[in-house]
């Protein structure tokens, strides 16, 4: 009993392996401009369907649409196309060009009902290798093939949503760049003058941040200085000098700190408006357009 | 009892109703748009395996940020039919010249006389008019592919150099 059984999967393993299962179409190429390689392209991608060609057999499809019930208007044709070639199904590819648009129109039909099980149409703009990719996509949908790489082929003709649109320099990239260092922003987006004129005026105030707290420092030093002298010291002529001198330090520390508070503030007041400014001017895309058309010369003929 | 029978009777006839319904599947590209066959919403997209009866059908495609689509398709009997729909973002522009007594025209329809403007208009290529002083003195394709801004220039006339 064993025995028969592993004698009847053997023989069922070996009548499945003998034959080949694969899909057989007759594929109806109708293009409105050669497309070079179509036939072998076409048998190379899709290795798990056997094709064949006939170039021959074309108008009638031509108008499908205008058939109030065009599957069955050609049940006859297509049975007996099926017979001739002896071929599971029938592939009707046509591509028509309309300036930088081409449609698709794929429809395929069961040799053995003659109806027409699947249609695709695609309109959309032309792009490099398009109509292959395209045929592939339709092809590769009947055949149980689908190629991630077409589909990305496809997408890289359309325009992108606004919102993945990246830009490689924003005007905030500007700004928090003179964040960090007045005039870097305006330098990144190309504004060379304003950069410089913003990064030698930060400096200057920094720079007068600098020299102010420095002398505000020289004049405290000098006030404590004297300050000492002056109670420690007997002297009245010397004593008047220090009181004298340590007044005029008083001053000066005052005036330096004021003056040191105020070029801090224009400063940090500054380097905002300069952030800002950075951001107003930043990279945005633009196009310039110019009249195309010549001008018309002045008539200067009496 | 005539429940019962009613949904006997449907039980029976979904399968002639189904044999006679072409299988649909619509893709488009952005994904998650909106589909809607002759008004009533289908979902989002992709969507397989649906059906549709054979004849004249209308799909309006929507998402937002993107030019909405209407499609007239006449469906034939067949056992299964798939559409491709691409949808074309809007961008919005802007438009700047700083020229005097120019009117602007896009596509034909859209006009405007300032020297500033924002447009929301489709990515693709535009046709845009220019008038002055009632005449046409410019016509150009515009090439819209990212929002961007248009700065638009007369060329000096020889009696101006």
Do not use: C
């Not at chain 1, 055949?143 to 993945?164: V, Y």
Request: hydrophobic letters at 40%.
């Amino acid at each position: 009993m064993k025995n028969q059984f592993a004698f009847f999967l053997i023989l069922s393993l070996s009548i499945l392996l003998g034959n080949d299962f694969r899909p057989t179409f007759l594929v109806l190429n109708h293009f409105d401009r050669s497309l070079s390689n179509v036939d072998s392209t076409m048998v190379n991608t899709f290795s798990n369907s056997i094709f064949e060609f006939d170039s021959t057999f074309h108008v009638l499809f031509e108008n499908i649409d205008e058939y109030e019930n065009p599957a069955s208007s050609y049940m006859v044709t297509i049975r007996d196309l099926g017979e001739k070639h002896n071929v599971d199904y029938i592939l009707y590819n046509r591509i028509k060009h309309d300036k930088n648009r081409f449609t698709l129109d794929g429809q395929l039909f069961n040799t053995r009902s003659g109806g027409l099980i699947h249609r695709r149409k695609v309109d959309l703009i032309n792009y490099l290798n398009g109509q292959i990719n395209e045929l592939n996509m339709w092809i590769g949908n009947v055949a149980g093939i689908l190629d991630n790489e077409w589909q990305l082929n496809r997408e890289s003709i359309m325009f992108s949503d606004p919102e993945d649109i990246e830009l490689k320099k924003t005007p905030l990239g500007a700004a928090m760049r003179s964040l960090v260092a007045p005039g870097w922003g305006q330098s990144y987006s190309g504004k060379k003058i304003s950069s410089k004129v913003w990064a030698g005026t930060e400096s200057t105030l920094s720079l007068a941040i600098l020299f102010s707290y420095l002398k505000y420092d020289e004049a405290a030093k000098s006030f404590l200085k004297n300050l000492n002298l002056y109670g420690s010291s007997d002297d009245v002529q010397k004593v008047t000098g220090f009181r004298t001198q340590a007044e005029i330090d008083w001053e000066k520390h005052k005036k330096y700190s004021e003056l040191a508070i105020a070029f801090a503030g224009a400063t940090g007041t500054g380097w905002v408006a300069n952030s800002i400014h950075a951001w107003i001017i930043g990279p945005r895309p633009y196009k310039n357009i110019y009249q195309k058309w010549e001008s018309q010369k002045p008539n200067t003929a009496g | 009892m005539i429940q019962n029978y009613k949904s006997l009777v449907f039980i029976l006839l979904l399968p002639v109703y189904l044999n006679g319904q072409v299988k649909l599947s619509v893709n488009t590209i952005p994904k998650k748009v909106k589909v809607l066959l002759d008004g009533i919403l289908m979902g989002e997209s992709p969507i397989k395996n649906e059906r549709i009866s054979p004849g004249v059908h209308k799909f309006e495609i929507n998402k937002k940020g993107y030019a909405p689509l209407v499609y007239d398709i006449i469906v034939n009997p067949s056992q299964a039919v798939h559409l491709d729909f691409f949808l074309n973002p809007i961008y919005q522009i802007k438009f700047k010249t700083e020229e005097v007594g120019l009117v602007f025209e896009l596509n034909g329809t859209q006009q405007w006389d300032n020297k500033f403007i924002r447009l929301n208009i489709e990515a693709g290529d535009h046709l845009l008019r220019v008038f002055k002083l009632g005449e046409i003195v410019d016509e150009q394709t515009i090439h819209v592919d990212e929002p961007k801004k248009f700065n638009y220039y007369l060329k000096k006339s020889l009696s101006e150099d």
